[in-house]
């Protein structure tokens, strides 16, 4: 029986269902086939969805990848891209939530620092390929009346990200992509957390390691926290000089005074 | 023998921007900075939009090298084959890279890659019926509304025809340039790999394609997989010098289309920016024996 005319609708998801789970029942009956079936000329459009995805997310991920070997990766990587396929053809920024993956994958598990390895990649990915944008000039602050500053709330470089790990994941980092087997073998990855810095400066993408207090700090900053609100978090006497060395170095490309309209 | 090009929605500019009747090579990042040092003599360049839509060195390296050279954008994202429509996120940041490079041509393809809201990283096979011609039309018009310019559609290389297909995907192309005043991109070595894993007659292709809506040629290497000993298929990977087979099958073009801006396109194991000048300069001449041949008849 001639299976009847799917809908177009119906047979991109139909495809869509072939090449993200590997299930062909929805489109199998619709295919010519001959002497290459369906199932062998769908795997020519999987073998590349899943080729493209994976090299994606390699070279996002450049020290996950050496940390485990590509056989561990891929594997890894197949079954990533089954459960969250990318929503953007923009694949630069394709697997945001692969830290989050390696968390809960149990053959994982034996290395505990790898999730934040991943965390930090993704900080330096998304550092490397966001748009760029002018400092802020100070002098705009400095005109503001003393009973607005309190309420300063700023914008970061879209560069900016704050990575929280529980292990030394940038000196892990460092490590493996300078190849640096004994300074790898050095780290003890269990040797307490770090609180990173990430951001790209014209020099290249730059991680650099800040006390507990300057990270939530910062943090606060640049999730647009009103400036008196900031330093109530930090609660630490050097948070002045903090803000002036983060001004100085152009962190911020904006700010405004009230809450953003949604 | 001329070709009317579709004034209404060309871009006015001429001059630098425009692509002439040449060969061009496809830019990978790979090769910034020798164009920049170097100054190779590539007579035009083509991008991926995708890879020009961020941050980072990408755009500063494309802004510099247009300055100098023309160039071309295409694109593998928009998939104007998507029944549930374009992704209006995805066209608005097309829109943006045409604004600040103001390429020569803009292309894309006759394919779909987007279904369920995911991007499938692939350029999937349509359907050839009134539905799906219904549907690239639509999405073609509406791109050309947005980008206020004429869109080069590309024929795909595909390894599956659907049973319900009643329009030859030939037919179906120039439809769709017939209907939406779209130019075409014919990718010859598309033709051929198309032509052997269907059993089409790749003249028949060209035959079917309106010569004056013909924008840009691509020319790119195909691998043949062996399934088993007895069968193979295919694959259109761009991995390789241009197949001899291809080659003949463009004089045949040209003879068909007239000279027209052609692209060496190279995208997996990429060579040298030597190696890709070698296949330019391979269709320059191709091209110029056209023109000779063309002017010999008229004289005759």
Same mark, same amino acid.
């Given at each position: ?262 | ?7 209404? +929605? ?25 164009? +920049? ?35 071309? +954008? ?9 029944? #549930?429509? +374009? ?177 060496? #396109? ?35």
């Amino acid at each position: 029986m001639i299976a009847p005319a799917p809908s177009l609708l119906e047979l991109q998801r139909a495809l869509r269902a072939s090449l993200v789970v590997h299930d062909d029942t929805g489109v199998a009956a619709h295919v010519v086939d001959g002497a290459i079936g369906a199932a062998e000329r769908l795997d020519v459009y999987r073998n590349t969805f899943a080729g493209v995805l994976t090299t994606a997310l390699r070279l996002s991920y450049p020290a996950v990848h050496r940390l485990v070997g590509a056989k561990f990766f891929e594997g890894a990587a197949r079954i990533f891209i089954e459960t969250s396929p990318p929503e953007s053809a923009c694949l630069d920024d394709y697997g945001e939530t692969f830290a989050d993956f390696l968390s809960g994958f149990e053959p994982a598990a034996s290395l505990a620092y790898l999730p934040d390895v991943a965390r930090l990649e993704w900080a330096v990915n998304h550092a490397l390929h966001a748009l760029d944008a002018e400092p802020l000039d100070v002098r705009r602050l400095a005109a503001l009346a003393d009973a607005d500053r309190a309420s300063v709330r700023f914008t970061p470089h879209p560069s900016v990200g704050l990575v929280r790990a529980r292990h030394p994941a940038d000196l892990i980092w460092r490590a493996v992509l300078d190849e640096d087997d004994s300074a790898l073998s050095a780290i003890d990855p269990n040797v307490g957390p770090a609180w990173l810095l990430v951001r790209r400066l014209p020099t290249g993408v730059e991680v650099r390691r800040i006390n507990e207090r300057a990270w939530l700090f910062t943090s606060a900053l640049c999730a647009g926290m009103p400036l008196a609100a900031a330093f109530d978090v930090a609660r630490d006497f050097e948070t002045s000089a903090l803000l002036a060395d983060h001004l100085a170095a152009g962190l911020f490309v904006d700010f405004r005074l009230k809450e953003a309209s949604t | 023998m001329t070709r009317q090009l579709t004034s209404a +929605l060309l871009p006015a500019r001429g001059g630098r921007g425009s692509i002439p009747a040449k060969a061009g090579v496809g830019l990978r990042f790979r090769h910034h900075r020798e164009v +920049l040092e170097a100054r190779p003599a590539a007579t035009w360049f083509e991008v991926h939009v995708e890879n020009y839509m961020g941050g980072g060195s990408a755009p500063g390296f494309l802004d510099a090298i247009r300055r100098d050279y023309p160039i071309s +954008l295409h694109g593998t994202g928009l998939s104007l084959g998507s029944a #549930e429509g +374009l992704d209006a996120a995805h066209l608005a940041r097309v829109r943006e890279v045409v604004e600040r490079f103001e390429p020569g041509l803009v292309s894309e393809h006759l394919s779909f890659s987007v279904a369920g809201g995911t991007y499938l990283a692939d350029l999937l096979p349509l359907p050839m019926t009134e539905e799906a011609l219904g549907v690239v039309c639509r999405n073609v018009a509406q791109v050309q509304d947005r980008l206020k310019r004429r869109l080069l559609v590309e024929n795909p290389s595909t390894y599956v025809q659907f049973r319900h297909s009643t329009i030859p995907e030939w037919e179906f192309l120039a439809l769709v340039a017939k209907r939406t005043g779209c130019g075409i991109l014919c990718d010859v070595n598309n033709i051929y790999v198309s032509a052997c894993n269907h059993g089409w007659r790749a003249s028949a292709y060209l035959e079917a394609l309106p010569p004056a809506a013909i924008g840009e040629i691509h020319l790119a290497g195909h691998s043949v997989r062996h399934i088993d000993a007895a069968r193979t298929i295919r694959i259109d990977d761009h991995g390789s010098r241009v197949a001899p087979e291809v080659w003949a099958l463009y004089a045949e073009a040209l003879a068909r289309f007239g000279p027209v801006p052609t692209l060496i #396109e190279w995208d997996t194991d990429v060579p040298t920016m030597a190696v890709l000048l070698e296949e330019a300069a391979h269709a320059d001449a191709l091209i110029q024996k056209a023109r000779d041949d063309s002017a010999r008849a008229i004289a005759a």
